[in-house]
């Protein structure tokens, strides 16, 4: 099992920082989660071609998580009118209730009418458990609530082996996240605020720490930065409240569990 940690950001996208996506791999299908701007070229710098996913999940719909996910629709398209047979497999699109719709007022904003009639990819709506073979997934709805408009936003689990890996999305603390990180081996967390800061948008980091610590979670990796609090040691913030190993993601880090 291995992660490549794609991109760590969030709106506020630099040379070093890309917004929010990632590359599980287990039992050797690759699983993209969230695509953010810059997750196609990210992707290309580690040797992953669209063609090689075999899924992809979006955690809810907002542009630092999904602005790449019409590119990367739009290179499975392309390849198959341009050069017929060169894909020979096609990933499964996941996401929030009404992902197809997204997909499809995408296309027709941008004027780009390629998405609709076009079957070749399957976008499925989230249920649960969704069972993958040898691996399960299952997604718990989080609150997250920027601007006053509640998100279609969830946290995944991907279970298998007896092994627990959860990525939190966005989320504010509530029920779901706490549901969600139950146990995990490894959570990837939405690291957004310190811990002077209160919101249902994002959970600051003594609310990771609490969260993590009643769950029982056994890592965490922290994720979604804002460049205003780069200034501020969150993972020391949460170590005061959570016993276990915490981690500062950086891009394009690969780590093997």
């Not at 002077?196 to 720490?209: D, L, Q, V």
Request: glycine share 8%; proline share 5%.
């Amino acid at each position: 099992m291995k992660l490549n940690i794609l991109g760590t950001g969030t709106f506020f996208v630099d040379i070093d920082r890309t917004a929010s996506a990632f590359l599980l791999e287990l039992e050797n299908k690759k699983i993209l989660i969230d695509c953010g701007p810059g997750t196609l070229v990210r992707l290309s710098q580690i040797g992953i071609k669209p063609e090689d996913l075999d899924y992809v999940f979006i955690t809810h719909f907002h542009p630092d998580h999904t602005s790449d996910l019409f590119p990367l629709f739009m290179n499975y398209r392309l390849s198959d009118l341009l050069a017929p047979g060169s894909i020979n497999k096609f990933p499964k699109f996941f996401g929030p209730e009404g992902i197809d719709k997204f997909l499809l007022d995408y296309s027709k904003n941008s004027e780009l009418l390629a998405y609709d009639g076009w079957t070749k990819i399957e976008v499925i709506d989230y249920h649960s458990p969704m069972n993958l073979g040898k691996f399960t997934v299952k997604p718990f709805k989080v609150d997250h609530n920027p601007f006053g408009l509640s998100a279609r936003a969830y946290a995944l689990r991907f279970e298998i082996n007896n092994k627990m890996i959860v990525f939190s999305g966005d989320s504010g603390d509530c029920q779901g996240i706490r549901d969600a990180c139950q146990n995990a081996d490894l959570f990837i967390c939405d690291a957004s605020f310190p811990k002077n800061k209160t919101s249902s948008t994002h959970m600051n980091t003594h609310e990771i720490g609490n969260i993590s610590q009643e769950g029982h979670v056994k890592k965490i990796i922290l994720t979604h930065f804002y460049p205003q609090f780069d200034h501020i040691d969150l993972v020391a913030q949460v170590k005061e409240k959570f016993s276990g190993e915490v981690v500062k993601g950086q891009d394009l880090t690969e780590i093997e569990f």
